[in-house]
């Protein structure tokens, strides 16, 4: 039975090691390896030579001009292949730069306004729990990644800060995507924190997740209304709070 192969991404310090190595040995070229040219293409005859080095083929066996081959462009190939890598980790992490600086732009305005709405089904009578699913609809480019072959990155990564407010008071609501390991699996969602110890709400901070970071905001407003801090306001950064601790 064949076992499928799942790629996975070098650590950046074990290309960084391979690059190290590449770079500190003898620079040759294939042209400079004792290479001949034959009608079933290049060929290495007993006694040829790696560019200026000492390395040597002692004798030729069945496979030697292929092994010869690889090691003759290797000094080159390797660090081509380099290249080319750094080249397309450069142009994903632009892509998803791009794709999460316009979907922030898309959502900035339009989870304001699923909030605002949020708010005034409340008050005709409306579930937090029914109306956070107009918050779940405002999507972000990394739930796009859930299904990826990369190792974890144990990271905690696209961190934002909301102000709510709760019976008048400016409280702070964290919005983080979590990547990590649990007991042998991976795990990828959305993270809240609400920082009703700080407060003086709670004794704690409020934790909740979701498998999408407005999925998290709308179980976080479910739970606060519930537990009666019900917030009246939301917005973003946590500017209202560092104001009000400034004006005392």
């Avoid at 990590?180 to 709670?202: I, M, P, Q, Y």
């Avoid at 606060?224 to 019900?230: F, N």
């Amino acid at each position: 039975m064949t076992t499928p192969h799942t790629p996975v991404a070098l650590p950046a310090d074990e290309l960084a090691a391979i690059g190290a190595r590449a770079e500190a040995a003898t620079p040759w070229t294939p042209a400079a390896c004792d290479l001949h040219t034959g009608e079933d293409g290049p060929y290495a005859l007993q006694g040829a030579t790696i560019g200026g080095t000492l390395v040597t083929l002692g004798d030729t066996y069945e496979g030697s001009t292929e092994d010869w081959l690889l090691i003759a462009h290797a000094r080159t190939d390797v660090p081509a292949l380099l290249r080319h890598i750094a080249a397309l980790d450069a142009a994903h992490a632009a892509a998803v730069a791009a794709a999460v600086a316009a979907e922030t732009a898309r959502c900035g305005a339009d989870e304001q306004a699923r909030f605002a709405r949020w708010l005034r089904l409340h008050d005709e009578g409306v579930t937090a729990w029914e109306a956070a699913t107009e918050l779940q609809e405002c999507a972000w480019p990394m739930e796009l990644l859930s299904e990826r072959t990369d190792p974890p990155s144990d990271t905690i990564s696209a961190p934002q800060s909301f102000t709510l407010t709760i019976g008048g008071e400016p409280v702070r609501m964290d919005v983080a995507h979590v990547d990590r390991v649990l007991d042998g699996r991976r795990e990828l969602f959305w993270s809240t924190r609400v920082h009703t110890k700080s407060a003086g709400l709670r004794t704690y901070d409020h934790h909740h997740s979701g498998n999408s970071r407005m999925e998290a905001i709308g179980w976080t407003l479910q739970v606060l209304a519930g537990e009666g801090m019900e917030p009246s306001a939301m917005t973003w950064g946590a500017d209202a709070i560092a104001a009000r601790a400034g004006a005392r």
